[in-house]
């Protein structure tokens, strides 16, 4: 046999290691996901449950204290998408909140969502942590998936806080803005409320108690948010016959939700100016609807201006300003004010607390010349007179806090045939305008 030279020895090793450090890469590459652990092996506790939002930039410490106390000495689990292990030590020990673990799962691609790895330190955590990152990677990699499921089956069975910043945020509520197309500018929003970049989203996702028909937003120091945030929602309205509502909150500031649906809300203020915005269609109005939202046109929803409420806070560090998300009408600490668009132009000003108990139960009557059955009704509903009904009839349908929805109706003769199939079980209270000249009045319980 020829002999072999050391060099030429040393160059098959080399070939050799480079060939074998390429497979370990290429290896580590498509795994499809990465975890770092800190602390100890899994234990069991009962968690307060809650919902924490952050705006987006360095985490506020008094909110993520709050968050660390609601897993009662129980294991963290942080989700992302992108990134590494830099909230490991600052969850475990710089804060001073007792955790027994936190780690961080890292999702590299789709295929994650459904790794029983994954799913099962899901079932085992107390508190739940999405990091900021893309929004649309995580609706594409988790909605209706495994991990989908298992995070609202801990939210829902297991009380399990769960929280999130930036894009972590923005997937928490019912209603989101996906940017599958990318981000997209008030200006761009607000000329024309359908361009491609408007991808306004209410496939089912992750579902938060108190953030029902509410959207999340974020990085609210930039003042152009604001226009693009009230086109989202005029979209929710024209979309999907939703007067919905919003939380928005600048950057370092966050809103904590117990679970009885009091927000409180943290930030730097009185040395900066950190503010968080609670944003719903002005229930006062009869007519919430916007006045033009259609697709190549600049939105306008004024309503006299008075179409959107705002009620915004400045949040300090010690969360001592609320807002109480069971009736989305009384704050402590913060201000009203008006939103509204004029063909395509956001404007605010001043306003007054919004007070929608002029549909309260009190002030209007049920009249025994109107049959509505049946009455409790899972999805239709059927409303019968002798009175003639006319072109000017119209039925409005509201829940207990006096926010209206929308409802399909079909006449037939002297009877409506009500379609209730898109709303959620619950007491709804029905008027009834336009017969005999006067308002009838039914509370409907769907079941």
Known sequence: MPKTSCNETSKVLKTKLIFILSIMSLFSWGQNYTS??????????????????MGGA??????????????????????????????????YSELGIPVNSVETIVCNNV??????????????????WFAGGDQWTYISYWRNSPIDNAINQAIQQRNTVVGGTSAGMVIQGEYYFSAQNGTVTSATALSNPYNG??????????QNNFLDNTMTDTHFDNPDRKGRLI????????????FGKAIACDEYTAVCIDTNGIARVFGGYPSYDDNVYFIQSNCELANQTPENCTSGNPLTWDLGGLAVKTYQIK???????????????????????NWFVSNGVFSEQPGTPVNCSSLSIDTISEDSTIW???????????????????????????NNVGQK???????????????????????????????????????????
């Not at 506020?60 to 897993?71: G, P, S």
């Open 36 to 53: 770092y652990y800190t602390g100890n092996a899994n234990i069991v506790t009962n968690p307060s449950g809650g919902v924490c939002l």
């Open 58 to 91: 360095s985490e506020d410490d008094n909110a993520m204290k709050w968050f660390l106390q609601r897993a009662n000495g129980g294991d963290v689990l942080v989700l992302r998408t992108s990134g590494s292990n830099g909230y490991n030590s600052y969850l």
């Open 111 to 128: 295929l994650a969502s459904n790794e029983p790895y994954i799913i099962q330190k899901i079932q085992e955590a107390e508190a739940i």
């Open 197 to 206: 970049l408007v991808t306004i989203d209410s496939s089912a996702f992750i």
């Open 231 to 242: 086109t989202f929602l005029a979209r929710i309205s024209s979309d999907y016959g939703v």
């Open 315 to 337: 949040g300090d560090a010690t969360g001592s300003k609320t807002f109480d998300l069971t009736t989305w009408q009384s704050g402590t600490g913060g201000t009203w004010k």
């Open 372 to 398: 509505i059955y049946p009455n409790p009704t899972k999805d239709n509903l059927r409303i019968t007179t002798n009175e003639m009904l006319t072109n000017s009839t119209a039925i409005g349908l509201y």
């Open 405 to 447: 929805f929308t409802i399909a109706t079909l006449q037939i003769g002297n009877e409506y045939h009500v379609d209730l199939s898109a709303l959620k079980n619950g007491i709804y209270f029905l008027i009834l305008e336009g017969v005999d000249g006067k308002q009838h009045f039914s509370k409907i319980i769907k079941d």
